[in-house]
């Protein structure tokens, strides 16, 4: 074992069922790159925290598939609406289509404070048996969340796992905020969906960045308002992610952009997808290793001859 080993973070972001690709890119590093410490928002949360507990994501991967024939799951993505392949052909119906239940979503909202409860997914985090304290960690883990009364980023790292991981997948008129003392959590992704800076707390070496968020598509027809709307904050949640992307050492994007994130039924598909593009990263991460390898060689050489020129 090394006496100062290179320390790895990962820095996993939201993105509904794309930030399943979290599985896919675990399951490639781990098998010879070390993983020291977790920072993740919404999904990411999920999934590091799963390995931050167990140091493996096989057996967690096996659950999800299972979890996402549940009936509960299949009806959030009835409600919320998967992707719907077909070709230019459908392209005026899927039109239609995403208006009225984007009209229909944002009606409901304003009647009920927000479309689910919590109930529907606070199951899964049983399931997945996340209802334990941080101090069960074997890496070190936190998940990021935004206090809705102040807009501060808020750091979850003690207390217990799955409060943490409601607060920072509870998004806002999907899903109930969290009430933590005098703050009102929601969504870490509201201000920013990959915890780079977070990770970069946890005083890594290296900061590995996965972004699993939706590109915005700029040839997509803005027919009405909504569309107007829900592309104008695409645009400006693609520019935020970005920003905090460039300040990891090894960015990752793994293929899943066109998924939807409710399409739980696509959960293999964003699996693999994390798996492909993390075998890609791996020689940039290789050489990033050796890199501050040699770095700490020599900052101990210079510490030692120092210290004997002063004894």
Known sequence: MEKNPVKIALALGGGGVRGLAHIGIIKSLQKDIPLSMIAGTSMGAMVGAYYALHAEVATLEKKIIKIIEKKDIKEIERMIGSDNP???????????????????????????RWVFSGKEIYWVFDELGLNVDFNQVKIPFCCMSVDLRTGDDIMLNEGNIKEAILASTALPGVFPPLKKGNRLLIDGGI????????????????????GVEARVDYNKILG???????QADAIRADKLTGLRMKEADVQIYPEVWHIS???????????????????????????????????????????????????
């Open 86 to 112: 077909g070709g230019e052909k459908k392209l005026i119906v899927q039109t239609l289509l995403t208006l009225v239940k984007r009209i229909y979503l944002l009606n409901l909202r304003a009647i009920k």
């Open 261 to 311: 994130w409710a399409s739980f039924s696509r959960a293999r598909e964003c699996i693999k997808a994390g798996e492909e593009a993390a075998e890609k990263a791996k020689p940039q991460i290789f050489e990033l290793i050796r890199k501050k390898r040699r770095e700490k060689a020599w900052r101990k050489i210079f510490s030692l001859g120092w210290g004997a020129k002063k004894g």
């Open 224 to 230: 009405n308002g909504l569309d107007m709307m829900f």
């Open 191 to 210: 201000t920013g969906s990959v915890p780079v800076a977070a990770a970069k707390s946890m005083a890594a070496d290296i900061v590995i960045a996965v």
